[in-house]
Structure formats: C-alpha cells, structure tokens
C-alpha cells in the first residue's frame, strides 16, 4: 500500500513541478529556471542526506557506469517538461509523459534491461498502451 501510495504522491508532485517550473521559465528563463530548481533540489537533497542518509559514497565505484548518467537524465526531464507544457498544455503534456514512461518501463521490464526480473509484455499491455493513445488524441479533439 506505501508503494501505492508514494507513486501518487511522486505523480501529483511530477505534474504540479512542471506547471511550477514552466511558469517559472517564462519569467527567468528556461535554462535559468532549471539551474534554480536543480540547485534547490541539490541543497535540500545534501541536508537529507547529512539528517537521514545511511548509505556509502565509497560504494559509487563498483556501481556500473551507466547508472551515473541519472542527473544528466534529470536535466533532460526538467527542461522538456517545461517545453512540452508550454507548447501543449499540462493535461496533454503529462499525459504524453506518462504514456511514454509506461511504454518504456514497459520495454525494460520485458527485456529484463537494467537488472530487472523480465514481464512479457503481452497483448493487454499493448491494448491498453492504444486505449492511453487514443485518450490523448480524444483530449486532443476540440
């Protein structure tokens, strides 16, 4: 139930950000705007880390080379974000997002990439990413 529970949290928390940040970007700048809200997810993610951080830093050399690339993702997320909320709206935008993180997470769970357990990806899950597609393009509609 937790996980349940802190994925709608991390989706709410997602969707109201890109609104924040677009909002922010027309005001300071695109790239402005992602230095301030990196830079203020850095502070507060070193005083978590120095209140509740039980991990070890030394451990960063056996992990494979691949998984450091998550903050060079974290600038590719925040700044298209803010243009696909900015050329769309956020209604489509997120719903584009999430289509796209499904279909993704999707594929890695059926190839097993990144040290996940393989799920087949089977015909309900190719039904139901056509019925997220098709609610798009009916939100779409005007």
Do not use: H
């Not at 056996?62 to 925040?78: A, C, D, E, R």
């Not at 499904?102 to 190839?111: E, G, P, R």
């Amino acid at each position: 139930m937790t996980g349940i529970i802190f994925s709608i949290i991390a989706g709410m928390a997602m969707s109201i950000q890109g609104v924040m940040n677009t909002r922010l970007s027309e005001k300071i700048g695109l790239y402005e705007s992602n230095v301030f809200v990196q830079g203020t997810a850095f502070l507060l993610s070193l005083a978590a880390v120095w209140i509740l951080g039980k991990g070890n830093f030394s451990a960063i050399s056996g992990v494979n080379k691949l998984y450091l690339l998550g903050g060079v993702l974290g600038l590719v997320i925040t700044i298209t974000v803010m243009l696909g909320i900015k050329d769309l709206s956020p209604t489509v935008s997120i719903s584009i997002i999430l289509i796209s993180q499904l279909i993704v997470a999707a594929c890695i769970d059926a190839f097993g990439l990144m040290g996940t357990e393989k799920v087949p990806f089977g015909w309900s899950k190719y039904l139901g990413s056509a019925l997220m597609i098709g609610g798009v393009l009916l939100f779409k509609l005007k």
